[in-house]
Structure formats: C-alpha cells, structure tokens
C-alpha cells in the first residue's frame, strides 16, 4: 500500500497506459478520478474501470472532457476536491498519435496533436498544480511522455515534439513547483502494445523488427508502466523530481 488513501486523478484513464495506472494506484491505496474523453465509449470503459477498482475497497469517480479543452483540467481538479476532498498526485497521460508524413501534414492534424498532447497537459497541470499549492502540504505530478522525445520519428514530427515539450514542462515545473512541495517527473515508455500504434504494429515485419531493437525481448504492455508511476508518485521518490524515467525494456540504449 503504497498510496494509501492518496487523491490521484489520471488522464486517458479509459484505456491503456492510464487504465493500468489507474487501477494499480487503486491496488496501492489511492482513490481515483478517471479522466475521458466523455463520449459513449469512453464512458463505458470509464464505468468498467470503476466496477474494478470498487471491487479492490478503493473510490473512484469519472470525469468526462476533451483534454485539448483548457477548461478540462479544471473540471477534473474540482471533481477530485468535491469527492476526495482534494489532489495529492496527478497523471498528465492522455495523448494521441495519429501516425502521419511531414510533406503532406494536414494542418488539421498537427493541431489537433499539439492541443490534445501538449496544450492539453499543460492547462491540466496548471489546474492540478494550482489546486495542490493551495492546500499546502505538496503533491506529485507524472507526466507520460514518450521515448519520442529523445528520438525522431519519421511520421511522427506533429507528436515528438509535444512528447519534449511534456518533458521540457516537468524539468520546468519542477522547479516552479519545489516551493510547494511539488515534485514534478516525467516517464518516457518505449513501445508499449495499446490501441494508440495497433494500425503502425498491425505490419508483422515493423512489429518484429521493433521487438527485435529491445533488449528485453518484446514490446511493454501497459502494467509495464505502472510500477514506476506508482513509485514516482509514492514517498519512495520523496527527493525525486525533475528526473525522467525510461520504460523502454532497453530500447534507447540500444544503439550499437
Ligand atoms: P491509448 O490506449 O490510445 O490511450 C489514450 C488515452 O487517452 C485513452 O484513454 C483516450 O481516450 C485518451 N484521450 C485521447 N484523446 C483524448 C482527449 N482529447 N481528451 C481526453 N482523453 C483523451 O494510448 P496509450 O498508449 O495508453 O497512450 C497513453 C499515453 O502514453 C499517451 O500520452 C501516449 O502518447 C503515451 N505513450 C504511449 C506509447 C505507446 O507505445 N503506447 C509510447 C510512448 C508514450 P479514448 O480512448 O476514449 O479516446
């Protein structure tokens, strides 16, 4: 229980990345805002993930809202004030990756990735960090960024930047936010299995020939991630921030 009874709110929480932290926060004592989307689908998953995390003793509320909405962040910050009585650790994580060339980027696109991956966490960190300062006894704050921001990507020049611009804002606010008692970190997952890269992984010879670049021998899945948000949000990082964590099974380090 290394959470205990700790207020955490999670972005992109539906699915993936985020469900496995949620749930595994849950497993460590946390009580759980589950931000979505807020469409029909996402709602569902939102109530499923709940269903799980009551059956472990633990709260949980959803929060339906575009992240790309500046707005978003603060609505959860408040849904976790109103039901928890306040925010002790958030999880900027909802991000997307609409793989695409350069030449042809529809401006569309990359807007849309900017507002959603970047913008997004931005205004939503601020609404949890404002909300954290004001109760005075501190908070941590994640931020799932990506491999992507210490590599290019050849269709990915819309996403690698929000992914270093999530890392820039950590290592920034870190030092923001040390006054209050903030630490503020970053993880970069590798290749992690989720809906995000289906279509990109759904090509069996790019699906092998990114196993075969992991030293661990294959690709994360999503619980891989879960253990060390558990342990940057927990007291055990207690003198940990501005620091980024690689989850990439060695991928980066992979290079001769
Ligand atoms: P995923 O399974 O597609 O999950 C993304 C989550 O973000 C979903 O819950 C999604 O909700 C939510 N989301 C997307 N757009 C949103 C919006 N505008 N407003 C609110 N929520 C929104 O992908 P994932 O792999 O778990 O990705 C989670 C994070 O990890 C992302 O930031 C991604 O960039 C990062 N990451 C992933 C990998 C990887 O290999 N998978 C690697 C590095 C970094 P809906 O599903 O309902 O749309």
């Known amino acids: 229980m290394l959470l205990k009874d700790k207020r955490a709110i999670v972005t992109g929480a539906s699915r993936g990345i985020g469900r496995a932290i949620a749930l595994e926060y849950a497993r460590q004592g946390a009580n759980v805002v589950i931000g979505h989307p807020g469409n029909d689908t996402s709602k569902e998953e939102a109530a499923s993930l709940i269903t799980e995390i009551e059956a472990l003793g633990r709260l949980a509320v959803e929060q339906g809202g575009d992240i790309s909405d500046p707005d978003t962040g603060e609505a959860l910050a408040q849904k976790a004030v109103d039901s928890f009585g306040g925010i002790d ?63 290019g ?49 759904s090509d069996e010879k790019k699906r092998q020939r990114m196993i075969e670049r992991i030293p661990l021998g294959r690709l994360g899945r999503p619980e891989d991630l879960a253990g060390p948000a558990v342990f940057l949000a927990s007291k055990m990082a207690q003198y940990v921030t501005g620091a980024s964590l690689l989850v990439d099974g060695g991928a980066f380090v992979n290079l001769q």
């Open 153 to 201: 990507g050849g269709n990915q020049t819309h996403y690698t930047p929000t992914k270093a611009g999530l890392l820039s804002l950590m290592n920034s606010c870190a030092i923001a936010l040390a006054p209050y008692g903030i630490r503020c970190n970053a993880l970069l997952p590798g290749t992690i299995a989720t809906d995000i890269n289906k279509d990109d992984l």
């Open 89 to 151: 650790i958030f999880v900027s994580n909802a991000g997307i990756c609409p793989f695409h060339a350069f030449l042809d980027m529809p401006r569309e696109t990359y807007l849309r990735t900017i507002n959603t991956n970047l913008n997004g966490a931005y205004f939503a960190t601020l609404a949890a960090a404002r909300r954290m300062a004001d109760q005075g006894c501190g908070g941590t704050i994640i931020a799932v960024s990506s491999i992507s921001a210490l590599v």
